[in-house]
């Protein structure tokens, strides 16, 4: 199966630093390359996504940017405000087999 | 539209009952997931359903641990003889597998299982 690791696992910034979460994986065949913000006693949403034909996507101040042939995409968010505080988590997909998410990574913007 | 429905959203049983949880998943969505998330932990997925095709059940972490799907709509997932560590979020996630390939998925506000 897909072998997928995210880091950090913890991160804390200031409020208005940058952040950068990185995810690898290992089936060269993944195509969809999402990550979802799950805040506290919520359910996971999509934040933003990006699909294998494409090397950068930008919505506002998060970005997510993919490197195919190091096996590798990270989210961005810029100018961190304190609702940005939540865990992250990628899900590499195929389209062909379930999904194996990253253990996530816990996003602490201090204001 | 209405999105993805779980039920219960609360469930406290004994140790050995046996647990039924539903998922209706977003209308005309052909991909259906169940995962299990323990407190601080992440997703772990059990099992997926698409289309008409038989189920990825790699996930499922013993044979206590049953899922159908009806229709190509609603889902149950049946957990027998519940056990204390079986305790978790179990959420459900529907989304649209199309020629695009693989898209969102669109999760629902989970089923909280206490076995005491």
């Known amino acids: 199966g897909e072998n997928v690791e995210q880091h950090p696992s913890t991160l804390s910034v200031q409020e208005g630093d940058s952040a950068v979460i990185k995810c690898t994986y290992s089936?060269?065949?993944?195509?969809?390359f999402p990550w979802y913000k799950q805040e506290l006693g919520k359910r996971p949403q999509l934040i933003i996504d990006?699909?294998?034909?494409?090397g950068e996507k930008k919505d506002q101040r998060i970005a997510v940017t993919l490197n195919k042939t190091a096996k590798h995409f990270s989210l961005h968010i810029t100018e961190t405000q304190p609702e940005d505080s939540a865990v992250y988590f990628c899900a590499p997909d195929t389209g062909r087999r379930a999904l194996t998410f990253g253990s996530g990574t816990r996003l602490q913007v201090q204001p | 539209g209405a999105g993805v429905s779980q039920s219960p959203s609360n469930k406290v049983t004994e140790k050995g009952k046996d647990v039924e949880l539903r998922c209706d998943p977003i209308?005309?969505?052909?991909?259906l997931y169940w995962y299990r998330q323990s407190l601080g932990q992440g997703l772990e997925f059990l099992i997926y359903f698409q289309g008409n095709s038989a189920p990825d059940k790699s996930g499922l972490p013993s044979d206590r641990f049953s899922a159908e799907r009806t229709g190509g709509s609603v889902s149950t997932l049946t957990i027998q003889r519940t056990q204390q560590e079986d305790s978790a979020v179990y959420l459900c996630?529907?989304?649209?597998?199309?020629?695009?390939?693989?898209?969102?998925?669109?999760f629902g506000p989970g089923t909280r299982l206490t076995v005491l």
């Open positions: 209308s005309g969505h052909t991909a």
């Open positions: 996630a529907s989304s649209l597998m199309s020629g695009g390939g693989p898209s969102e998925q669109f």
């Open positions: 089936d060269s065949a993944s195509n969809y």
């Open positions: 990006i699909r294998s034909n494409v």
